[in-house]
């Protein structure tokens, strides 16, 4: 028996090009499904056979467990019967018992082989796969070799991938038959088809397909930094030069434009914008934008967002048709895109120097001309008038020093008032509200809004919970759902 176990070992190892181990492996596991048939199908067994003679041994465990857990008298044994046996024996060890090896030739053959074969079809997957994932390639040729449900199916050498319905480009017509190109998605491991998941609509695929195209990019001496797609229709992608003597733009469209045609007729003629990256936002926004052109731009650090001011014949063009070009960027920034016309903004402007001089006229108890001074310098905040150094205050026109200090002092004593207040308020917030873990800053905007328990803050949605406070949405979500737990507990 162990000769013949060593002989069917080898035999299949070399028919179906696997290791020996896969095999050996695949008979354990037959055995122990044999020798369970014989005991019970929840029997902890294990087998083990020698891989220099063949032979095997059987043994059935049990694992010792505390008395009032005992539940499963197949593989379990209650710690007070365990320790008849072994006094020293502890929760969580196992008892064992040798088996009678079965005799091999008795298995149910249909059983045995299919559980053997099924290892070495799973061993043989994952070794081609193995193979495939060494070569570290992104983009994947292959052929269409059927369509099912929309999905297609794609021979690339002895392996098939998977093209989801989603992943193919919009109004794009593939037909069995056909030799495309994708971009490797990912690896879904547990999937009992095709394994490998591909894509057509990922920004990756463009990246990829320009990196082939372009050989100054495999060279180092220019670098693609992002892309953002609207499959089928547009792409942008953002390009950045690490020598001065080489233009990216101009390299990634090449020789009368036969680079980026090349990759545009693998993407279903999708036109595609080259705009230079910098390390400057808003330079880098105003290039993303394009063909539109920026009149100015505000950029707000702590909303991580931008107001874009264009002239009112450009803003349609900024915009995009359905709102195409502005989505684009914002993708491919990463950078939140306000588009607002000229007229806009200076209403805008109006309205925040007019909030500014009314704060400094009634907390610094100023006339309207001070105020305005203030305002011409820079100062929009009573922080500013505060806190900034001295000799930044000296230098407004008609600001003498004695004035200087008494608007620096009560702006002071302004803020110090207020974080009095605030503190107060908090104290007296209701400690259901408090117990929801927010920082003070927002707790504060709740109070403000007359949001003062935790029932309050329950009865909004995320969205109101957004509009109200400023906080992103995931947050909102999770503030909600704090604020009704005790309702459904």
């Known amino acids: 028996m162990s000769r013949e176990m060593l002989l069917l070992a080898d035999a299949l190892a070399r028919e179906k090009n696997v290791s020996r181990e896969v095999v050996f492996s695949a008979l354990e596991t037959a055995l122990i499904s044999a020798t369970k048939k014989r005991i019970h199908d929840d029997a902890d067994v294990t087998v083990t056979i020698s891989r220099e003679t063949g032979k095997y041994e059987s043994a059935r465990r049990w694992q010792v467990v505390p008395d009032e857990e005992y539940v499963n008298e197949f593989n379990q044994m209650p710690l007070s019967e365990a320790r008849k046996d072994d006094e020293h024996v502890e929760v969580g060890d196992y008892l064992e018992e040798a088996l009678e090896p079965i005799d091999f030739g008795r298995i149910s053959a249909q059983a045995a082989k299919q559980v053997i074969y099924q290892k070495i079809r799973e061993a043989e997957r994952e070794q081609v796969l193995q193979d495939f994932l060494e070569r570290k390639e ?26 989801p319905r989603d992943q193919i480009i919009p109004k794009e017509n593939l037909r069995v038959g056909d ?6 998605l990912k690896i879904d491991r547990n999937a ?17 397909l320009f990196e082939m195209e372009v050989p100054e990019i495999e060279n180092g001496l220019m670098e693609l930094k992002a892309c953002a797609r609207d499959p089928g229709l547009r792409a942008k992608i953002a390009v950045k030069s690490n020598d001065p003597r080489v233009d990216p733009i ?3 469209v090449g020789m009368r434009g036969t680079r980026v045609m090349a990759v545009r007729n693998e993407i279903a003629e999708e036109p595609i914008d080259i705009v230079l990256w910098s390390a400057d936002p808003a330079q880098f926004v105003m290039s993303a934008l394009a063909p539109a052109e920026v009149s100015s731009i505000m950029v707000d650090e702590e909303k991580h967002a931008m107001d874009v001011v264009v002239e009112e014949s450009n803003l349609a063009t900024a915009i995009g048709k359905g709102g195409q070009n502005v989505r684009l960027a914002s993708e491919l920034t990463g950078w939140a895109i306000n588009l607002i016309t000229q007229e806009e903004s200076e ?31 820079g100062f ?36 110090l008032n207020a974080d009095i207040a605030a503190e107060e308020k908090l104290e007296e917030a209701d400690p259901s509200l408090l117990s929801l873990g927010m920082d003070h800053d927002l707790l504060r905007q709740l109070l403000d809004q007359g949001i003062k328990t935790r029932d309050h ?26 604020a009704r737990a005790h309702l459904f507990n």
Request: contains cysteine; charged residues 35%; hydrophobic residues 45%.
């Open 138 to 163: 992104f983009i994947v040729s292959g052929t269409v070799k059927r369509i099912e449900r929309g999905n297609a199916i794609i021979e690339t050498g002895k392996i098939e991938a998977i093209l």
């Open 179 to 184: 030799r495309i190109k994708a971009y490797l």
């Open 192 to 208: 009992r088809g095709q394994q490998i998941i591909l894509s057509r609509t990922a920004p990756g695929f463009v990246l990829r």
């Open 250 to 252: 101009g390299t990634c």
């Open 347 to 377: 209403k805008r402007q109006e309205a925040e120097t007019a909030a500014a001089r009314l704060l400094f006229m009634e907390r610094l108890d100023i006339d309207e001309d001070v105020a305005e001074l203030l305002i011409q310098d």
């Open 380 to 415: 929009s905040t009573l922080e500013e008038v505060a806190y900034v150094p001295f000799a930044e205050m000296l230098k407004v026109e008609g600001l003498d020093e004695e004035t200087a200090k008494k608007l620096r002092s009560r702006a002071r004593d302004t803020l």
């Open 457 to 482: 803050l329950a009865d909004l949605s995320a969205d109101e919970l957004m509009e109200l406070s400023g906080v992103e949405e995931e947050k909102a979500k999770a503030l909600i759902l704090a």
